[in-house]
């Protein structure tokens, strides 16, 4: 499994810190050139190498990391998503009309035509998401919900695990999901809630 990081921003930034952390290659891209991003990724971790969003689009994985009107762009960059799993850790700070009324994951998936899309790693702020997840024992949580069933977000389950992160399921998208949503300004119940589990 290969995973790419797309947005190499506060969020992007503290994805890379978790992947290096367990020596786990990923591939990092954004707007900018990847050379621009080189040195910062080096400095995160060997394991982090910045590419071209088009190389990085290769991955199995791709973590959507990028601010949330953005993700249409990136969505242009392939014809079809199928084989690919999107996790989504945008969070959408638009008014509710603009998203068809829909779960703000849901409404970015319209662009992710055959992608395994998984919303995932989007309540915590970057600060607590770049931090080690295991604390006295425990392991933080990450919320997982999808719309594609549980091959969606099995692998994803994985890979927090093997970041070491707790993942709780929450189901489909408007239904748990929906506790982890910002839409328009109202924020979900579970965001920003630093929870911790003492299994994996």
Same mark, same amino acid.
């Given at each position: 499994?290969?995973?790419?990081?797309?947005?190499?921003?506060? *969020?992007?930034? @503290? &994805?890379?810190?978790?992947?290096?952390?367990?020596? #786990? =290659?990923? !591939?990092? %891209?954004?707007?900018?050139?990847?050379?621009?991003?080189?040195?910062?990724?080096?400095?995160?971790?060997?394991?982090?190498?910045?590419?071209?969003?088009?190389?990085?689009?290769?991955?199995?994985?791709?973590?959507?990391?990028?601010?949330?009107?953005?993700?249409?762009? *990136?969505?242009? @960059? &392939?014809?079809?998503?199928?084989?690919?799993?999107? #996790? =989504?850790? !945008?969070? %959408?700070?638009?008014?509710?009309?603009?998203?068809?009324?829909?779960?703000?994951?849901?409404?970015?998936?319209?662009?992710?035509?055959?992608?395994?899309?998984?919303?995932?790693?989007?309540?915590?702020?970057?600060?607590?998401?770049?931090?080690?997840?295991?604390?006295?024992?425990?392991?933080?949580?990450?919320?997982?919900?999808?719309?594609?069933?549980? =091959?969606?977000?099995?692998?994803?389950?994985?890979?927090?695990?093997?970041?070491?992160?707790?993942?709780?399921?929450?189901?489909?998208?408007?239904?748990?999901?929906?506790?982890?949503?910002?839409?328009?300004?109202?924020?979900?119940?579970?965001?920003?809630?630093?929870?911790?589990?003492?299994?994996?």
């Amino acid at each position: 499994m290969s995973y790419a990081i797309v947005g190499f921003g506060k *969020v992007g930034q @503290a &994805l890379a810190h978790a992947f290096a952390r367990k020596n #786990i =290659d990923v !591939t990092v %891209a954004s707007r900018r050139p990847p050379e621009a991003l080189a040195s910062q990724a080096r400095a995160i971790g060997s394991t982090v190498v910045a590419k071209s969003l088009r190389d990085a689009l290769e991955a199995d994985t791709i973590i959507l990391a990028v601010p949330f009107g953005e993700h249409r762009e *990136v969505a242009k @960059a &392939l014809p079809d998503w199928k084989g690919k799993t999107i #996790i =989504d850790a !945008t969070n %959408a700070l638009v008014p509710l009309e603009e998203l068809d009324g829909l779960p703000s994951s849901a409404f970015v998936a319209k662009s992710f035509t055959g992608a395994k899309f998984v919303k995932g790693f989007n309540h915590l702020i970057a600060a607590t998401l770049a931090a080690d997840p295991i604390v006295e024992g425990g392991h933080r949580v990450i919320f997982l919900s999808s719309d594609d069933g549980e =091959d969606a977000i099995a692998p994803v389950a994985d890979l927090a695990k093997q970041l070491g992160f707790a993942p709780v399921k929450l189901g489909k998208l408007s239904e748990g999901g929906a506790l982890v949503h910002a839409r328009g300004r109202i924020w979900g119940q579970l965001i920003f809630q630093d929870l911790f589990k003492k299994e994996q």
